[in-house]
């Protein structure tokens, strides 16, 4: 007789990973805090309750990598996208969904699985035995948080994520920006030149700095602010206590030379540095905000050599409870400290329903497998799950580890394409035919067990 799977949070991760690992023949136990304790989030006791938008974002599966996940998901039978597909409502070409039929098909699919068990109630102790996958959540309840920083350590779980937007290094003007270190400090030339640096006039920053001050900004919520402040203040919050204040803090000008113009002393200087190890995105540094996301792009493009820059992913200051996978879990996704406990979804730092289905639609099958005592090796790195898994197990650099949506940065050059925006289009489709390819062939050898 097998042992059971045992999956805390039954939202968009361990709903996926409940279905996942109870096709493959193993018995599931969902452990649901709702109805009983509530979040101040979700609204009713269902499974993967959408909780906000209820949009999957991009369908494109050729030019879009959420929509490549997409497609990887539906092949693998996943559960959260055929639910998705059942109850999809007109959105061009994103897939919407009619939120509470979806939540409410989810739940009854689970019910009626004959391998899966709901109990519901809260679980605030780390399981000492047995197989388990946390899927809690960006709203994990206070009891298993604590416990989780117990066995981690307090750096290594976050309460809140507080995003600098992350941009594409193929759409920065190299023309005007540089690579340098402050002081050039570092052993190697790669330390030495490991920030790209965008030079301001006096002019150009007394601009920007009235566009931040005039932008629209999202509210804090209730309790988001709360001791969060001390470290991570957002730009717009610095601009806001006096016109010099970021000119002394992450846009200071010091220990930098402007290696296209050596004479012309730079007023500010906005630095970027690398997000993942491929060096295809980087984050500007401490550039945390809450601005909206059209004024944010429209601010952020006024810095100079970022004037045509996309963005990866644009910042945010949210509540947000996820540990820093890339010290914490292997490549199975286990905690390394306790290998008998995997995480899944939005608490390993993806972020979004479709990147935290999918990291459950992983684990379950790499829990299931474990259990049946079959060696089943995590998703491909070309694929769209392998490139996200791998960046938060591995590819991100640990130190500024924040959440990330799946995004064709993330993923391997493929030999003799185009690079920059020109290229993108054929660069796009050339990573999502690889990935398939990957994806289908990771898929067939489980079926051929
Ligand atoms: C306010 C807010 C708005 C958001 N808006 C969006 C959006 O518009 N689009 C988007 O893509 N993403 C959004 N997100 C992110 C979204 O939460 C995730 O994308 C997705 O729901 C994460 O899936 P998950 O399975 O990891 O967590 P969830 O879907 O939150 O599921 C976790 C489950 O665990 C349960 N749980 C928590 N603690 C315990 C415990 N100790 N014991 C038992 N059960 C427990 C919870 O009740 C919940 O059902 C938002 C998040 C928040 C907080």
Not at 44 to 56: H, I, P
Not at 91 to 102: C, I, K, N, S
Request: net charge negative.
């Amino acid at each position: 007789m097998t042992q059971d799977l045992h999956i805390i949070g039954g939202g968009m991760a361990g709903s996926e990973a409940a279905w996942q690992a109870a096709n493959m023949g193993v018995s599931v136990v969902i452990h649901e805090m709702r109805p009983k304790v509530e979040t101040f989030a979700h609204r009713t006791g269902d499974l993967a309750e959408m909780v906000c938008s209820n949009s999957f974002r991009s369908d494109d599966h050729e030019q879009n990598a959420v929509g490549l996940l997409h497609w990887e998901m539906r092949q693998a039978n996943g559960i959260i996208m055929a639910t998705a597909d059942k109850h999809r409502l007109p959105a061009g070409g994103a897939l919407a969904v009619d939120r509470d039929p979806f939540a409410q098909s989810v739940t009854a699919a689970l019910m009626d699985h004959p391998n899966i068990r709901v109990e519901y109630g809260e679980i605030s102790e780390l399981p000492t035995e047995g197989h388990w996958i946390i899927a809690t959540g960006p709203l994990t309840s206070a009891g298993l948080g604590a416990a989780i920083q117990n066995e981690t350590g307090a750096d290594a779980l976050a309460f809140f994520d507080a995003i600098a937007p992350i941009v594409y290094a193929d759409s920065i003007d190299m023309d005007v920006a540089w690579m340098q270190s402050r002081y050039d400090k570092g052993d190697t030339e790669a330390e030495q030149k490991a920030y790209l640096n965008c030079p301001m006039t006096k002019d150009q920053y007394e601009a920007f700095i009235d566009a931040l001050l005039a932008a629209d900004k999202t509210e804090f919520h209730e309790g988001e602010t709360a001791g969060y402040f001390d470290g991570c203040l957002p730009i717009e919050v610095m601009a806001d206590r006096g016109r010099e204040t970021l000119r002394f803090g992450p846009m200071k000008p010091v220990g930098l030379t402007n290696s296209h113009k050596p004479e012309d002393k730079p007023y500010a200087v906005v630095q970027l540095r690398k997000d993942n190890a491929l060096g295809t995105l980087l984050n500007i540094v401490g550039f945390q905000t809450k601005m909206k996301y059209g004024a944010q792009t429209d601010v952020l493009r006024m810095i100079p050599g970022l004037e045509n820059a996309s963005f990866a992913r644009l910042g945010g200051i949210h509540r947000n409870t996820f540990i820093n996978s890339p010290t914490l879990l292997d490549e199975q996704m286990r905690l390394k400290s306790r290998p008998n406990i995997r995480f899944a979804g939005q608490i390993t730092g993806v972020e979004g329903y479709v990147e935290s289905a999918a990291m459950g639609l992983l684990a379950g099958r790499l829990a299931a497998a474990e259990i049946l005592g079959r060696t089943l090796n995590t998703a491909p790195l070309n694929t769209a799950m392998g490139a996200l898994v791998h960046h938060i197990t591995g590819g991100a650099d640990a130190k500024t580890f924040q959440p990330m949506n799946v995004n064709f940065g993330l993923f391997q050059p493929v030999d003799g394409l185009k690079g920059g925006r020109r290229g993108r289009k054929d660069r796009y489709k050339a990573y999502s035919d690889r990935a398939k390819i990957d994806w289908q062939h990771w898929l067939d050898a489980q079926s051929e067990e």
